[in-house]
């Protein structure tokens, strides 16, 4: 009976150890999403409105800035989705700090999806 029970709690900790084990935290987005970033091409050219830009440690678009406190990186069937945890402020009120989260999913090199979770990602295509 004790063979069981301490096999048992043995499971336990190593099953919750490989569930934790699918998430790393890192202080930066990785290079493969860095750059700047639109809903289409065209978007690059003619509207700084729609862009999003990716730094290591930031994320920008036409109305807000936000600074990266870190990057949760998930395993996925379909390759890795970061989570980045953020403070962004408003470009009209840079004293209003407010906390933000943005999913990436990269697709391949020039195409990813970005939004605030799973149920609002929006394709963006790499700008040249």
């Known amino acids: 009976m004790r063979t069981v029970a301490f096999q048992a709690i043995v499971m336990t900790i190593f099953m919750s150890s490989a569930a934790l084990a699918s998430d790393v935290r890192h202080s930066r987005f ?6 700047m970033w639109a ?3 065209e978007a ?4 700084t ?9 930031a994320y920008d ?6 600074t990266v406190d870190w990057v949760n990186e ?14 962004c402020s408003k470009i009209s009120a840079p004293a209003q700090k407010i906390i933000s989260n943005l999913m990436v999913q990269p697709k391949d090199n020039n195409q990813i999806s970005i939004g605030p979770d799973f149920d609002n990602l929006k394709v963006y295509r790499r700008c040249t």
């Open 39 to 41: 809903p289409g091409l």
């Open 74 to 87: 998930t395993a996925s069937a379909n390759g890795p989705v970061y989570s980045a945890h953020a403070q």
């Open 30 to 35: 990785p290079e493969s999403v860095v750059g």
């Open 44 to 47: 690059c050219k003619d509207d």
């Open 49 to 57: 409105k729609s862009t999003v830009t990716l730094s290591a440690t």
């Open 61 to 66: 678009s036409s109305d807000t800035s936000c």
